[in-house]
């Protein structure tokens, strides 16, 4: 029996390794009145690999970055502290993912507040752990009105968008412009079920008529909608709009199949819910020009914008969506919040920033609603240039009209109880 | 063995849980805790019936899912919950476990794996119950309320205690059940299924039986752990997670009972190391671990460290 002599190393190591680089362990503690342990820790936790990578994803840590930079270099010695860090985790869109990380977070890497949060599941779940551990969490990227509706809680602020916004503009415009019969095709999630119920208020409203709607898997590994898509000319009445609720890496293989299957040859005119920059510039200008969207900010849009979109591109070679720009003006906003109160105590901060009027570089006319933590700006409605009109790289929207801040965003619903 | 040395385990085994919790961070000892159990669950079938379920996750998933829906809806103390996702389980392992136990080997995982994912597909298709992709989220968590003698129930190191009876109840029953009459016959049957039917067993029912009672201790480690996460997501059926069961008793070593939990705790605290590393593809890793076993240690850690013990004893 020799070979049994190298198996007492092998249960050894396996105890080793259980016990490995112990700690973290007992109950929980609780908030302390200053800067808990002297810093300030931001959580950035996103779409690092996925379908929503390009939109925000590890250049959002950049964006946050460049906040925290920003802080030091105005408070200098005066600043609450100059340790201020910034962590990130991929949560690949999966909301137990996000939960368990969003949970590593504040409880063992310090982080005071999270940043970002793509995909509306991952979003609540992550919602849900900032309730519960009584930390801040500003959520940029999802943008299911839950957030601030039934699922809102005390920690949450819903920073830069939501499906309402996305609906009074696009819904709203493209029916005045004579998109009458919608056909909703859209991700069977929680952000795309809100979509699928704020377009076909806003479309209504506006005087058209939802013919149909349909959901795709997400996440869809198959990338295939062209069951979808094929079933828009079988309808009846006839849909004259296509409205993709998809985005990121979605969106483009949606708009993709659109055009492969020659939809607008067949009378039927696309129409996007949700489209950053980045799903542009991935299909080109030409797959998409015409199409009418509402952004929440655009880079080319004035020189504030401009200046800003020239630091983050010298960083990181591209041009800022409007949700790295988001995630710059929320982490500043953080920390000038704890710098005002002077201690990074979450209650005391949410107490600080609510009701709080601000104009940045991402908000513009921006509130801090107190009643349901959404914060609301001016939105854009832009339109995508041909390639015959992009001046520049990166230079792809046209901006038609600012929608105020007030017409942009819905009331508080009232299902929200702080 | 020795009386003295047969309880030696047992002694190290709960003193070991009682203490996981203050050296590891909470949330991974409750995962530990839960993957144990559903790894010895996988175990009762795989090392003492011999017969390899493929298909686990239904079980794990279905009480999950029903625990989840329980709290929910009714506000029922979690333990009740849990029970009520075990007692789902179990009813849906008689169907299940009926059409498969006829078959063997391959074809048995292979019905499993069949119905395992026909769960995930209602799961997923039933979004209003289940809420499809967005899963069940914020499930309370009470029993006397949410602070019972002074705990508070929402942080898990206070849920750990809460849950670890009703999680020993389920080791003691695999205990038990392994360690009694029926469990000797389900050896035969391991063994030698013509012998234990000329002998008069039903084998049939006796596996029927087996199939159930894993069914059960499987959903109560599934109910434990809708409940520690307070979340239930379409992954509790998802065949990866009926993989990842065999894969701990197949590491700690088939039909030792003390192997599953073994390795389910090394699987998940190397899990979590490796995230907090951010090293992403942590299948590559626990997947090598499980090859180096596989060809050098067939007996897997529980059966290598029992063959040393008894070499000790015996020199």
């Known amino acids: 029996m020799r070979t049994i002599r190298i198996r007492k190393p092998l249960a050894l190591a396996a105890a080793a390794l259980v016990l490995a680089g112990c700690g973290g362990g007992g109950p929980r503690g609780g908030g302390g009145s200053k800067l808990t342990d002297g810093k300030i820790v931001l959580g950035v936790l996103n779409d690092q690999s996925g379908g929503y990578a390009d939109l925000g994803g590890k250049n959002a840590v950049v964006a946050v970055q460049l906040a925290i930079d920003d802080f030091k270099a105005k408070y200098g010695a005066k600043a609450v502290t100059k340790d201020i860090t910034v962590v990130t985790a991929d949560h690949q869109n999966k909301p137990d993912v996000a939960k368990t990380d969003a949970q590593q977070m504040y409880d063992r890497q310090g982080v005071d507040a999270i940043f970002d949060v793509p995909t509306s599941s991952a979003a609540l779940a992550v919602a849900d752990v900032a309730k519960q551990d009584k930390r801040l969490y500003f959520n940029i990227s999802a943008a299911s009105d839950d957030l601030n509706g039934k699922s809102c809680n005390k920690f949450t602020f819903h920073y830069a968008y939501d499906t309402n916004m996305l609906a009074n503009g696009t819904g709203a415009a493209d029916t005045e412009g004579g998109a009458r019969n919608w056909y909703l095709v859209y991700p069977n999630y929680a952000f795309g079920q809100d979509m699928t119920r704020g377009f076909t208020q806003a479309v209504s409203k506006a005087g058209g008529h939802v013919v149909a709607t349909a959901g795709s898997p997400f996440p869809n590994p198959t990338e295939d909608y062209s069951s979808l898509l094929l079933k828009a000319a079988s309808l009846n009445p006839k849909p004259d709009t296509l409205g993709v609720m998809q985005a990121g890496a979605d969106l483009q293989n949606v708009v993709k199949q659109y055009n492969q299957f020659k939809l607008k040859d067949r009378g039927i005119k696309l129409a996007v819910g949700l489209m950053f920059i980045t799903d542009i510039h991935s299909l080109g200008p030409d797959a998409l020009a015409g199409t009418t969207f509402t952004d929440a900010w655009y880079w080319n849009f004035d020189q504030t914008n401009r200046s800003f979109a020239n630091r983050f591109y010298a960083k990181t070679q591209t041009r800022p969506t409007f949700a790295h720009a988001a995630n710059y003006s929320a982490a500043l906003n953080y920390l000038e919040a704890v710098q005002a109160a002077g201690t990074d105590d979450a209650a005391t901060v949410v107490g600080n920033l609510e009701g709080k009027k601000i104009n940045d570089v991402f908000l513009r006319n921006g509130t801090v609603r107190a009643a349901d933590h959404l914060v609301t700006h001016d939105a854009y409605l832009a339109q995508v240039k041909p390639s015959s009109q992009v001046a520049e790289p990166w230079d792809y929207e046209k901006i038609i009209k600012t929608i105020p801040a007030d017409q942009a965003f819905n009331p508080p619903s009232g299902d929200c109880h702080l | 063995m020795r009386k003295s040395l047969r309880f030696l385990p047992l002694a190290a085994g709960l003193v070991v849980v009682a203490v996981l919790p203050r050296v590891l961070y909470p949330p991974v000892a409750l995962d530990i805790v839960c993957w144990a159990l559903f790894a010895v669950a996988v175990d009762l079938l795989l090392g003492y019936t011999g017969l390899l379920s493929f298909g686990h996750a239904a079980f794990w998933g279905t009480s999950a899912y029903t625990a989840g829906l329980v709290a929910e809806h009714t506000g029922a103390p979690f333990p009740l919950a849990v029970l009520a996702g075990a007692a789902a389980a179990a009813v849906l392992a008689v169907p299940v476990g009926y059409l498969s136990v006829r078959r063997t080997g391959i074809y048995f995982a292979m019905v499993t794996l069949a119905f395992a994912q026909l769960m995930y597909v209602v799961a997923n298709q039933w979004r209003g119950l289940t809420g499809?992709?967005?899963?069940?989220?914020?499930?309370?968590?009470?029993?006397?309320?949410?602070?019972?003698?002074?705990?508070?129930?929402?942080?898990?190191?206070?849920?750990?205690?809460?849950?670890?009876?009703?999680?020993?109840?389920?080791?003691?029953?695999?205990?038990?059940?392994?360690?009694?009459?029926?469990?000797?016959?389900?050896?035969?049957?391991?063994?030698?299924?013509?012998?234990?039917?000329?002998?008069?067993?039903?084998?049939?029912?006796?596996?029927?039986?087996?199939?159930?009672?894993?069914?059960?201790?499987?959903?109560?480690?599934?109910?434990?752990?809708?409940?520690?996460?307070?979340?239930?997501?379409?992954d509790t059926l998802h065949w990866t997670t009926s993989g990842q069961a065999v894969v701990m008793v197949v590491l700690g070593g088939i039909g030792t009972l003390w192997g599953a939990p073994v390795a389910a705790a090394i699987l998940v605290r190397l899990q979590d190391i490796l995230s907090l590393a951010h090293f992403e593809e942590v299948g590559l890793l626990t997947g090598g671990v499980f090859v180096v076993v596989v060809l050098l240690f067939r007996r897997g850690i529980w059966g290598t460290v029992a063959a040393l013990l008894r070499r000790w004893r015996i020199g």
């Open chain 2, 132 to 234: 499809g992709e967005n899963g069940l989220q914020d499930v309370p968590r009470t029993l006397f309320g949410t602070h019972p003698f002074g705990t508070d129930l929402s942080d898990p190191y206070y849920f750990y205690y809460w849950m670890l009876p009703l999680a020993l109840l389920g080791f003691l029953a695999a205990w038990r059940i392994v360690h009694s009459p029926f469990g000797r016959v389900l050896v035969a049957i391991r063994d030698n299924p013509a012998r234990a039917r000329a002998l008069g067993y039903p084998v049939h029912r006796y596996k029927l039986v087996a199939f159930v009672l894993s069914a059960a201790l499987a959903g109560l480690a599934g109910g434990l752990f809708a409940m520690s996460h307070q979340f239930v997501t379409l």
